[in-house]
């Protein structure tokens, strides 16, 4: 994962390191200060880039015994040409697969989260959390493949850590779980680099570190996930499928059964090579690939009882409030619980201004009640109130929401719906008197059943917005030309079959990135 591999001839003979992380004394004898952790029971694997080609062949590579792969999507605002051919080759070989982007402390925050989000798509059985690869920040790499006229990565440790938070943070509200870490104790720590100037206990470690024996932990962790212990260099052997040096080389701390559960799968193969009545497959090899006992979350809308966006606002004045629910059909494999919310996004677990009481939290509106399941097929109520503050600037609000099983999934990584689908205009007018809550709508939109709603029914015998009697679109679709008033299945079957091309979910990640500020492509290949 270094940029370059330069042979140093030192007085005590030739050894290969590599130029982007030139070997420093914490690295070649780890400090007798650091945390030292062994682990005996481990799981192979690989990390590549541009560097090992184009050609590799990852049905060669698992059958080796590497169980995982971890493929560079690129270096900061630079984009690795190999990695959708690496990604996609992972899932086809049945290997659990992961991504990292080289971290650059002078590319916004906003840019780099955008990448990875762009890349990697929606999280599934076998897909590892996105990392971080953190190594590079001035004075080091003054050469080599780190440093370039493209970048300056001179900045203090204060800076770096307060960037790699922001990144940190943004990554892990859009995935709901921690990006993973890729960095040594010769870094995070080094007094002359990141000098702990930041801690991130809760994300997973990927360490670094080139030594016999046992590996140190860098400050704010207790173990490692992953360890990259080579470089590809001898004595390292080779790997089958893979050009040259083959490749960095990790081990996962676990057997294969611990790594299938920290990406959130089931077996590594299906049994008997197919899947049964009870799983749902995430990939497409023959034999069915890998499968998960989770299922699959995803929704429909029915009905609701606030104004579509296109139709107008929900008018409430300063210092009162309003009502609101919406009845969302459980589409998926999976069962709703208590862990269903119908929270806040774009961006995901936004602090919302209109959060009252009677939320569950500032950014979850309304859970499934604890003890009661929602099961394939069946519709629940998500009911709220929506407050204005007394002080509250009068103007147009737009608010965004999406279910999430906490713990679990966003339905727009999964089956939907898409984080910017489920939409709120809020119109806060003039007002000095507080009141008790009023319905959230302008004119009756509770009383019709969607087309395909099964057997729930509203009383009151309205009629819809528009007249052909099906589900509406939400959000800005509804008024988008040819398709307005039509039926948008917002659906992903489970079975097995194939998702290509996973977009981001929310559409807060494509304004950061046309707010950002992209770093040209760099004119010189980095090895990194």
């Not at 659906?491 to 950061?512: E, F």
Request: glycine share 12%; aromatic share 8%; with cysteine.
């Amino acid at each position: 994962m270094h940029a370059a591999r330069i042979l140093l001839v030192l007085a005590l003979g030739a050894l290969l390191v590599p130029g982007c992380a030139p070997m420093t004394p914490q690295e070649v004898a780890e400090t007798t200060e650091a945390l030292n952790v062994c682990h005996t029971t481990v799981v192979e694997g690989v990390d590549v880039s541009e560097f090992q080609g184009a050609t590799i062949d990852w049905t060669m590579v698992h059958n080796s015994g590497r169980q995982f792969a971890i493929a560079r999507i690129g270096d900061g605002a630079y984009m690795d040409p190999d990695f959708a051919h690496n990604y996609a080759g992972l899932r086809a070989a049945g290997m659990v697969r992961g991504a990292y982007l080289f971290w650059r402390p002078q590319v916004s925050a906003a840019a780099q989260a955008q990448t990875i989000i762009n890349a990697v798509g929606a999280l599934g059985p076998g897909d590892l959390p996105p990392t971080i690869d953190v190594e590079c920040m001035c004075p080091y790499h003054s050469g080599g493949g780190c440093a370039s006229n493209s970048y300056s990565d001179c900045v203090s440790a204060s800076t770096a850590a307060g960037l790699l938070q922001d990144l940190y943070d943004m990554l892990e509200a859009h995935y709901g779980r921690p990006p993973m870490i890729y960095t040594g104790t010769w870094f995070w720590d080094g007094s002359t680099y990141l000098n702990g100037a930041l801690q991130l206990p809760n994300a997973p470690l990927w360490v670094s570190g080139y030594v016999s024996g046992c590996v140190s932990v860098p400050s704010g962790w207790t173990d490692w996930h992953i360890w990259q212990y080579s470089d590809g260099s001898a004595p390292a052997p080779s790997v089958p499928g893979i050009p040259g040096d083959g490749g960095d080389r990790n081990r996962w701390n676990g057997d294969l059964a611990s790594l299938m559960a920290f990406t959130g799968g089931g077996s590594s193969t299906c049994p008997n090579g197919t899947c049964d009545s009870t799983e749902t497959c995430s990939s497409c090899p023959a034999d069915c690939g890998m499968c998960t006992m989770t299922g699959t979350y995803a929704a429909a809308f029915v009905m609701q009882s606030f104004p579509y966006a296109s139709v107008g606002p929900v008018q409430i004045q300063q210092g009162q409030a309003a009502s609101a629910w919406i009845d969302l059909r459980n589409t998926g494999t999976a069962t709703w619980d208590g862990s269903t919310c119908l929270g806040t996004t774009v961006m995901r677990d936004r602090v919302s201004p209109f959060a009252s009481a009677g939320w569950v939290n500032d950014h979850r509106l309304d859970c499934v009640p604890a003890g009661t399941t929602v099961a394939p097929g069946a519709t629940h109520r998500f009911s709220w109130t929506w407050s204005v503050p007394a002080t509250m600037a009068t103007g147009m609000y737009t608010e965004y929401y999406d279910l999430v099983e906490e713990g679990v999934t966003w339905f727009g990584d999964e089956g939907g719906p898409p984080d910017n689908d489920i939409e709120a205009i809020i119109e806060v007018t003039a007002g000095t008197d507080s009141g008790t809550p009023n319905d959230a709508y302008v004119a009756p939109r509770d009383a019709y059943v969607a087309s395909d709603a099964g057997s729930v029914t509203q009383p009151d015998g309205g009629t819809p917005p528009m007249g052909d009697g099906g589900a509406m679109p939400m959000g800005d679709a509804a008024s988008s030309g040819d398709d307005a008033g039509e039926t948008h299945p917002r659906t992903l079957s489970g079975g097995c079959g194939c998702v290509v091309g996973a977009q981001p979910a929310g559409g807060a990640w494509l304004v950061m990135l046309a707010l950002a500020a992209i770093a040209t492509r760099r004119g010189a290949r980095r090895r990194t």
